[in-house]
C-alpha cells in the first residue's frame, strides 16, 4: 500500500511536472525531447486561422480568428508548453495588414514605405538602416513578429513584375541594402524573411518554374547577394522561393538550404516556405525548410505519420523544431511585448518623405530647368498619374495607408498653383478610364491584389495643348506604371504607347512654342523605355514609386527643397531586345491566363516550364559594359543639382582587408550627396570575367558648394574571386587588379592599381546544371 501510494505520488510529481514545463530560451532541448510527435508535426506547420489557401483543409482551431488581421501567417501554438502563435505580415514596402477589423471603429493603416528599388537608389546603407528601424517599430507596434521581407531577387530583365520590391541588378548592392534594412527591422526586437530564396527572378508560371543555370552564375549571381545579407545580417527567418534550381525545388534542396545557406554560409536561423501548397513534406523537413507555411492539416498528418513509419526522421524533425522554437522565444509575442497598435505615422511620414529624395533619379536637366526658378508657379499637369500617383506596386508588397498624396496636393504644399481646367479634364477622365479598366478585371475587380490593367492617356486636341501652354509657367507630364506579384510586364508595359507619346510630343511642341519647359516624371516601378521621354523633355526626374508622401517628396525635388541624390541600380536599355535574358523571358502570360490554363500546358511553354539562363553572367552593366553595347543611361546613372570632383583615390590592404578611399568635393554651386561607386577589373586569368564588377559604394553627407568629404569603402580578398567550377571553388587571382571610382559604370573618374593574393575557397559541387 505504501509503495503504491509512492508511486502514484511519483507519476503525479512527474506528470505535473510535465505540465509545468513552460518554454523557455534555456529549456528548448527539453521541451522538444517532451513533445509527442503530435505536438512536434504540430509546431512545423504554419497556421492559417481559419483561412484556406488552395481549397485545402486548415489547421482547426477553437477560437478561430485572427490574432492581427489580414496578416499572411502564423506560426501554430501549444499551450502546454506556453507557446503562443507568433504573426508573419508581409512586406516589403510597409506592415501589409487589413486596415479595418470588424465591430471596431479604429483604423489600422500602415506607413506606404518607398518602394525596394528606390531605397537601393539611394546607395545609402544608413539611410536605408534608419527607415528599417523605423519600420521595425512599426511591425512591432501592430503586434506582428516577422515582415515578410525585404524582397532581393536579382532583376534579371526589366520585365519581372516584382522588380518594384527589389533591389538591382548586381548582387553587391542587394545584398549590402538587404543587410542594411534588415539590421535596421531588427534592432527593434522584430524579424525579418528575406525573399525569395533563390532565383526566383520571374513571376511567369512562378511556382513551377524550373530555372536552369550554371553553378558559376549561380554562386556569382542569384546567390551573391543573398550571401552578402546573411554574413551581414543574420535575419530571423529566410523565405524559400517557389521556383525550381537545375530539376529540384528549391524548398525540398538540401543543398541549398543546408549544404550552402548553413554549411558555407553559417546562417543560423529559420527557413519557412513561400506560400506554398503541400509539395513533397518529407523532402522539405529532411533539406531543411524548417516551417511549412501558410500550412494546412495534411502537411501535420503527413510529419506525424512519416515520423511514425519512418520515412521522416526524427533527427531533421527535432532539428527544424529547435530552430522553430529558438525564433518564438525571441519574438515580442512570446516575450508578452504590449503593443500600441498605435505607431507614431506622422513622425514616420516626415521620415519617408525626406528618404525619398535621396532615391530619386535625375535623368535630365537640360539648361538647369530644376530646381524651378521660384517664380515658377503656375503648372499644367499632364498624364493621369499625376492625379493619382502610384506610391508602390499591386500584391503582397501593397500597403493599407492612410493616404496618398497626389501630385496636385504635393504642389499645392509647395505654394505652385495647377491649372483647374486640366484638373477638372483629368479628373472626369479618370472616372471614366477607372470604370473600364474595373470592368476589364470583371470578378476579380473586387480584389486589390491583382495588378489593373495600363489606363491609357486621354486624348486631347492641339488646342488643348496650345491653351494651356499659353494659361501656365511651364509643364509636368507624368508617365506612370504599376505592376505586382503573380504577372511579368509585357512589352507594351516597357514601352512608351502611343497614346503617352501623343501626349509627350503634344505637350513639348505647345509648351516650347511658348518658350516654356516641359518636365517629366517617371513613376514607374520598373525600367521602361525612354528615348521619347529624353527627345520630349526639358528635365526627366525617375521618381519611383515614392510611399505615401509621393506628391510632397517630388515637390520638395522640384522646387529644390531636396536635392534628387539617387543613381540607378539597373541599366536602363535602349530596348528590351538589347538586353541578353529577353530571349528566354515570358512574355504575355497574366495572372488570369494562369488560373485558367491548365498547368500541364503552361509548363509547356516557352520560357513558363523552364527558363535557360543562358545569358550567363551578361546580365546588366556586366554585359553592357564588357560588350560595350550603348544603353539609354547606365547603371550608376544619376544626376545631380550641383557637380563633383573625385581625387586623390587610393587603396590600402591590411589582413585581407582593402579600404579603398577617394575625396569628393562639391564643385557646383548648390548643396547635395554624391553616391561613388567602386568597381574592380581582375587581372587576366584562367576564367572570362566581365571588365569590371562592383564591389563596393559609398555615399557623402550633404557637401555644401567647395566642401569635400573622404569616403571609405571595404572590400576583402575573398569578394574579389570568381567561381571556378573546375575547382568548384571560388577563387581570387593572384595579380594586380584595378579599382575604378566612378560616379557611374560609365562615368570613371580616377583609376588605382593594387595587388591581391590568391585565395581559393573551397565550395560544395551542388546544385549542379540540368543538361
Ligand atoms: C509571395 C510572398 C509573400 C507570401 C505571403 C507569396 O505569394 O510570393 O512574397 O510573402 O505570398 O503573402
Redesign the pocket.
Given at each position: 500500500m505504501k509503495n503504491a501510494i509512492i508511486i502514484l505520488g511519483a507519476v503525479l510529481l512527474s506528470s505535473s511536472l510535465t505540465a509545468q514545463l513552460k518554454l523557455n530560451p534555456k529549456n528548448i532541448d527539453a521541451v522538444i525531447k517532451e513533445m509527442t510527435i503530435e505536438e512536434k508535426a504540430n509546431m512545423l506547420v504554419g497556421y492559417t486561422f481559419g483561412k484556406s489557401y488552395w481549397g485545402l483543409p486548415t489547421n482547426p482551431d477553437p477560437n478561430a480568428g485572427a490574432i492581427v488581421l489580414g496578416a499572411?501567417g502564423n506560426t501554430a501554438k501549444n499551450d502546454r508548453f506556453g507557446i503562443p502563435h507568433t504573426v508573419f505580415a508581409?512586406g516589403p514596402a510597409g506592415v501589409h495588414i487589413s486596415a479595418e477589423r470588424p465591430n471596431d471603429p479604429q483604423k489600422y493603416y500602415c506607413s506606404g514605405f518607398p518602394i525596394g528599388t528606390l531605397l537601393a537608389s539611394t546607395w545609402d546603407t544608413e539611410l536605408v538602416n534608419a527607415i528599417g528601424s523605423t519600420f521595425g517599430s512599426e511591425v512591432k507596434e501592430y503586434g506582428v513578429d516577422v515582415i515578410?521581407g525585404p524582397g532581393m531577387n536579382l532583376m534579371r530583365n526589366p520585365l519581372c513584375g516584382r522588380n518594384f520590391e527589389y533591389y538591382s541588378e548586381d548582387p553587391f548592392v542587394s545584398g549590402l541594402i538587404a543587410a542594411a534594412i534588415i539590421n535596421g527591422i531588427q534592432s527593434k526586437g522584430v524579424g525579418v524573411s528575406a525573399?525569395?530564396f533563390a532565383a526566383n527572378n520571374q513571376e511567369g508560371n512562378r511556382t513551377h518554374n524550373n530555372v536552369i543555370a550554371s553553378q558559376r552564375v549561380l554562386r556569382e549571381l542569384y546567390l551573391k547577394g543573398f550571401e552578402i545579407m546573411v554574413k551581414k545580417s543574420q535575419p530571423w527567418t529566410i523565405?524559400s522561393s517557389y521556383n525550381y534550381i537545375n530539376g529540384v525545388y528549391t524548398q525540398e534542396s538540401e543543398d541549398l538550404l543546408t549544404t550552402i545557406l548553413r554549411d558555407e554560409w553559417g546562417f543560423k536561423n529559420l527557413v519557412l516556405t513561400?506560400?506554398t501548397n503541400t509539395r513533397n513534406t518529407a523532402a522539405q523537413v529532411h533539406a531543411g525548410n524548417d516551417l511549412l507555411t501558410p500550412g494546412n492539416a495534411e502537411q501535420i498528418k503527413q510529419i506525424g505519420d512519416g515520423l511514425k513509419n519512418g520515412s521522416i526522421s526524427m533527427a531533421d524533425v527535432d532539428r527544424n523544431l529547435k530552430r522553430i522554437l529558438e525564433y518564438i522565444v525571441k519574438t515580442p509575442r512570446f516575450n508578452g511585448y504590449k503593443f500600441s497598435n498605435n505607431p507614431d505615422l506622422k513622425a514616420h511620414a516626415e521620415i519617408i518623405r525626406k528618404a525619398a529624395p535621396q532615391g530619386m533619379v535625375l535623368l535630365k536637366n537640360e539648361g538647369n530647368v530644376l530646381p524651378l526658378a521660384s517664380s515658377m508657379k503656375k503648372v499644367a499637369l499632364f498624364g493621369h498619374t499625376s492625379y493619382h500617383l502610384y506610391a508602390g506596386g499591386s500584391g503582397?508588397g501593397d500597403v493599407n495607408k492612410p493616404y496618398v498624396v497626389d501630385l496636385v496636393e504635393g504642389l499645392k504644399n509647395a505654394g505652385i498653383r495647377i491649372d483647374d481646367t486640366l484638373n477638372t479634364v483629368y479628373s472626369k477622365y479618370r472616372d471614366y478610364a477607372h470604370h473600364e479598366a474595373e470592368s476589364e478585371m470583371g470578378a476579380f475587380s473586387s480584389s486589390s491584389y491583382f495588378p489593373r490593367p495600363r489606363v491609357k492617356e486621354p486624348q486631347m486636341g492641339i488646342f488643348t495643348y496650345a491653351n494651356a501652354a499659353e494659361r501656365n509657367e511651364f509643364a509636368i507630364v507624368t508617365v506612370g506604371r504599376s505592376s505586382g506579384?503573380g504577372n511579368d510586364r509585357a512589352f507594351e508595359d516597357f514601352n512608351i504607347n502611343a497614346d503617352e507619346l501623343d501626349m509627350l510630343k503634344q505637350t513639348y511642341e505647345a509648351f516650347h512654342k511658348k518658350g516654356k519647359k516641359v518636365i517629366v516624371i517617371l513613376n514607374v516601378g520598373g525600367v521602361i523605355e525612354t528615348a521619347p521621354v529624353q527627345k520630349y523633355s526639358d528635365a526627366i526626374l525617375l521618381a519611383w514609386q515614392p510611399g505615401m508622401e509621393a506628391g510632397n517628396s517630388i515637390a520638395d525635388v522640384l522646387t529644390g527643397k531636396t536635392a534628387p541624390s539617387g543613381k540607378l541600380t539597373m541599366t536602363w536599355p535602349e530596348a528590351l531586345a538589347d538586353v541578353p535574358s529577353t530571349k528566354n523571358f515570358p512574355n504575355g502570360l497574366t495572372w488570369r491566363d494562369e488560373i485558367f490554363v491548365k498547368q500541364d500546358e503552361i509548363n509547356k511553354m516557352p520560357n513558363l516550364g523552364e527558363t535557360r539562363y543562358d545569358e550567363g553572367l551578361d546580365v546588366g552593366y556586366r554585359y553592357f559594359q564588357t560588350a560595350g553595347k550603348k544603353t539609354a543611361y547606365p547603371f550608376g546613372f544619376g544626376m545631380n543639382y550641383t557637380q563633383f570632383e573625385y581625387a586623390n583615390a587610393s587603396v590600402k590592404e591590411k589582413n585581407g582587408v582593402y579600404t579603398a578611399s577617394v575625396t569628393v568635393k562639391n564643385i557646383g554651386k548648390l548643396s547635395s550627396r554624391e553616391a561613388v561607386q567602386l568597381y574592380i577589373t581582375a587581372p587576366k586569368g584562367k576564367l572570362a570575367k566581365p571588365v569590371y564588377e562592383l564591389k563596393a559604394f559609398g555615399k557623402t553627407k550633404e557637401l555644401q558648394p567647395g566642401e569635400s568629404q573622404k569616403i571609405e569603402m571595404t572590400f576583402t580578398n575573398y569578394y574579389l574571386a570568381s567561381y571556378d567550377e573546375s575547382e568548384q571553388a571560388f577563387v581570387t587571382d593572384k595579380g594586380v587588379y584595378v579599382a575604378h571610382f566612378a560616379a557611374s559604370a560609365d562615368d570613371i573618374r580616377q583609376n588605382v592599381n593594387f595587388k591581391a593574393v590568391a585565395q581559393t575557397v573551397k565550395c560544395h559541387d551542388v546544385l549542379k546544371l540540368q543538361p
Open positions: 499572411a508581409d515578410l525573399k525569395h523565405m513561400d506560400w503582397s506579384e
